[in-house]
């Protein structure tokens, strides 16, 4: 019997929901059961594919090609549990979805409404693609209150009745500020934010209280009073130092104990060894590297959320803290000595992005890197801009670009047209539309023997990695560039996409097409992010 959690978020946003529910998931792990966990998401678009990082951060990319939040990646990497896209949607996917059986004439006529059409196409999405998971938790985005929440709000509310308190249970994420004036912690708050979701007819069972200071019995005590819960169910939740000291923390306040507790159940014996020596080699690091983050959209660092826990994990597995330096790529260009800033950094990584704004940044840092024998980490786009330097600097290419920018006179980077996904055929054109055209999702790599990155890989032949890119290194250069010392060392089963570039001859040097930081976990570390820290290591003891 799957039982539903359904996690909401009150008085501000950015509180932790996606933690929580990450969390959550991991404790319930730990306690012997089998967990799914999904986000609905209330905004309009279809998915965040087109949306800006600046407006919702990274964008999540799932084995399957799903688009989809930011928060996908804290129950993967919490979990390890695959993420699909039937865990992730979106009004704009319901409302599609509503539309389209409209258009056909399932609803036989009727009017369409929010109740029950709406909430009902919601439903379908919370229980659809459930096998034998004990517990699947479901997050609702937002802030209860906000205008586009209400259709969820009230589709969950029908769950609780339909499948009893046996099925279900209402968590709710508030605030529970400090007044410095006044010296002390506010209920206020809280106490509002319940109510408001109370009168959508949602009981609480459980709140999970952020807070900055230590949330004393007499307030935990109070908060119940007035929000109608047990003092148990009042779960504190600290600020913590690393985020994977937040199972820890929650456990410590007996989270999943209370939530076992309402479901009748007892569990296995919690172990959290596992963790407690994640957190360990967090906090007591042998030593340090520094790895200067070459990007485009820095000043909102969720929007490369995978990528720096990535570099975290990386740091584990080599029991060294990573300490990043995030930079802006447009200050190579306007900086007349602007390369100063990568002279103390141990490695250099580029990460993906989308149009021509810092490319020629991006494409200089490669150079330094390249030139003065600086590990290289280029991702997607990173990797493409590694090359067209190659092809500028090596094989003299002066017109060497790519069309993404505009035509060019030697188009070393291009628009896919054509791929293979499975035993079909994928094919776009420059005029097609933007959201979802993309290759996206999990895509075999050949990679050559002997080569820097099958090393990396445990001698592996063959590989599966998450893409997501509408262009492409253009295989027509691969004799020139090989000629000159950058070899493709990982291509597409077929061999017509180039998937991994390396330099032998340099420490560490690689370019790869997909997103290896989406795949990475704590107690997982990404093969390629563990080889890269490891060559800085390597790279600061010679310093």
């Given at each position: 019997?799957?039982?539903?959690?359904?996690?909401?978020?009150?008085?501000?946003?950015?509180?932790?929901?996606g933690?929580?529910?990450?969390?959550?998931?991991?404790?319930?792990?730990?306690?012997?059961?089998?967990?799914?966990?999904?986000?609905?998401?209330?905004?309009?678009?279809?998915?965040?594919?087109?949306?800006?990082?600046?407006?919702?951060?990274?964008?999540?990319?799932?084995?399957?090609?799903?688009?989809?939040?930011?928060?996908?990646?804290?129950?993967?990497?919490?979990?390890?549990?695959?993420?699909?896209?039937?865990?992730?949607?979106?009004?704009?996917q319901?409302?599609?979805?509503?539309?389209?059986r409209?258009?056909?004439?399932?609803?036989?006529?009727?009017?369409?409404?929010?109740?029950?059409?709406?909430?009902?196409?919601?439903?379908?999405?919370?229980?659809?693609?459930?096998?034998?998971?004990?517990?699947?938790?479901?997050?609702?985005?937002?802030?209860?209150?906000?205008?586009?929440?209400?259709?969820?709000?009230e589709?969950?509310?029908?769950?609780?009745?339909?499948?009893?308190?046996?099925?279900?249970?209402?968590?709710?994420?508030?605030?529970?500020?400090?007044?410095?004036?006044?010296?002390?912690?506010?209920?206020?708050?809280?106490?509002?934010?319940?109510?408001?979701?109370?009168?959508m007819?949602?009981?609480?069972?459980?709140?999970?209280?952020?807070?900055?200071?230590?949330?004393?019995?007499?307030?935990?005590?109070?908060?119940?009073?007035?929000?109608?819960?047990?003092?148990?169910?009042?779960?504190?939740a600290?600020?913590?130092?690393?985020?994977?000291?937040?199972p820890?923390?929650?456990?410590?306040?007996?989270?999943?104990?209370?939530?076992?507790?309402?479901?009748?159940?007892?569990?296995?014996?919690?172990d959290?060894?596992?963790?407690?020596?994640i957190?360990?080699?967090?906090?007591?690091?042998?030593?340090?590297?520094t790895?200067?983050?070459?990007g485009?959209?820095?000043?909102?660092?969720?929007?490369?959320?995978?990528?720096?826990e990535?570099?975290t994990?990386?740091?584990?597995a080599?029991?060294?803290?990573?300490?990043?330096?995030?930079?802006?790529?447009?200050?190579?260009?306007?900086?007349e000595?602007?390369?100063?800033?990568?002279?103390?950094?141990?490695?250099?990584?580029?990460?993906?992005?989308?149009?021509?704004?810092?490319?020629?940044?991006?494409?200089?840092?490669?150079?330094?890197?390249?030139?003065?024998?600086?590990?290289?980490?280029?991702i997607?786009?990173?990797?493409?801009?590694?090359?067209?330097?190659a092809?500028?600097?090596?094989g003299?290419?002066?017109?060497?670009?790519?069309?993404?920018?505009?035509?060019?006179?030697?188009?070393?980077?291009?628009?896919?047209?054509?791929?293979?996904?499975?035993?079909?055929?994928?094919?776009?054109?420059?005029?097609?539309?933007?959201?979802?055209?993309?290759?996206?999702?999990?895509?075999p790599c050949?990679?050559?023997?002997?080569?820097?990155?099958?090393?990396?890989?445990?001698?592996?032949?063959?590989?599966?990695?998450?893409?997501?890119?509408?262009?492409?290194?253009?295989?027509?250069?691969?004799?020139?560039?090989?000629?000159?010392?950058?070899?493709?060392?990982?291509?597409?089963?077929?061999?017509?996409?180039?998937?991994?570039?390396?330099?032998?001859?340099?420490?560490?040097?690689?370019?790869?097409?997909?997103?290896?930081?989406?795949?990475?976990?704590?107690?997982?570390?990404?093969?390629?992010?563990?080889?890269?820290?490891?060559?800085a290591?390597?790279?600061?003891?010679l310093?």
């Amino acid at each position: 019997m799957t039982r539903f959690i359904f996690i909401t978020g009150g008085v501000v946003s950015s509180l932790g929901k996606g933690l929580c529910s990450a969390a959550l998931g991991a404790l319930l792990q730990n306690r012997g059961f089998k967990v799914r966990l999904r986000k609905l998401d209330p905004y309009l678009n279809v998915d965040p594919g087109t949306m800006s990082p600046y407006q919702h951060g990274e964008v999540y990319v799932t084995d399957d090609g799903a688009e989809t939040d930011l928060d996908l990646g804290h129950y993967e990497r919490f979990t390890g549990v695959a993420t699909r896209k039937s865990d992730n949607v979106t009004t704009g996917q319901i409302y599609t979805k509503v539309l389209a059986r409209e258009r056909r004439g399932d609803y036989l006529g009727a009017t369409v409404q929010v109740i029950p059409h709406v909430t009902d196409a919601i439903k379908e999405f919370i229980t659809a693609d459930v096998t034998d998971e004990d517990f699947v938790v479901c997050e609702v985005g937002g802030t209860v209150g906000d205008i586009e929440g209400l259709p969820f709000l009230e589709a969950i509310r029908q769950m609780g009745n339909e499948l009893g308190p046996e099925r279900t249970l209402f968590m709710h994420v508030t605030l529970v500020p400090f007044i410095k004036a006044a010296g002390e912690l506010k209920t206020k708050p809280t106490q509002h934010s319940v109510k408001e979701l109370q009168g959508m007819g949602i009981k609480p069972d459980m709140l999970v209280c952020r807070a900055e200071h230590p949330i004393e019995a007499s307030d935990r005590r109070k908060i119940a009073q007035f929000c109608n819960v047990r003092p148990e169910a009042v779960i504190p939740a600290m600020d913590v130092d690393s985020i994977y000291a937040v199972p820890q923390a929650y456990h410590a306040e007996g989270l999943d104990d209370e939530v076992l507790r309402h479901f009748k159940l007892t569990g296995g014996v919690p172990d959290l060894t596992r963790w407690d020596e994640i957190v360990r080699r967090v906090r007591q690091p042998d030593g340090a590297v520094t790895i200067g983050v070459v990007g485009k959209y820095t000043s909102l660092l969720d929007a490369y959320k995978s990528l720096a826990e990535a570099l975290t994990h990386g740091g584990i597995a080599n029991n060294v803290k990573v300490r990043i330096n995030w930079l802006d790529s447009e200050i190579f260009e306007k900086e007349e000595e602007a390369l100063h800033h990568l002279e103390e950094v141990n490695g250099i990584l580029v990460p993906g992005g989308f149009g021509e704004r810092g490319s020629e940044g991006k494409i200089k840092a490669a150079g330094f890197a390249r030139t003065r024998q600086v590990p290289y980490f280029g991702i997607c786009f990173g990797m493409q801009m590694a090359v067209i330097e190659a092809a500028r600097s090596l094989g003299g290419l002066t017109g060497a670009d790519s069309t993404e920018f505009g035509p060019c006179e030697d188009p070393v980077v291009g628009l896919m047209t054509e791929w293979t996904k499975g035993n079909q055929v994928e094919r776009r054109n420059a005029a097609g539309d933007l959201g979802g055209t993309m290759r996206l999702g999990a895509y075999p790599c050949v990679l050559a023997k002997g080569s820097r990155v099958q090393e990396a890989y445990n001698g592996a032949d063959l590989i599966y990695e998450r893409h997501r890119h509408r262009y492409e290194v253009n295989i027509n250069y691969r004799a020139m560039l090989e000629g000159k010392g950058l070899h493709f060392s990982g291509l597409s089963p077929d061999g017509e996409l180039p998937e991994i570039v390396e330099i032998p001859e340099h420490p560490w040097f690689v370019g790869v097409q997909f997103h290896p930081e989406l795949k990475s976990k704590p107690f997982e570390p990404h093969p390629l992010f563990t080889a890269f820290i490891k060559a800085a290591v390597d790279k600061a003891r010679l310093v």
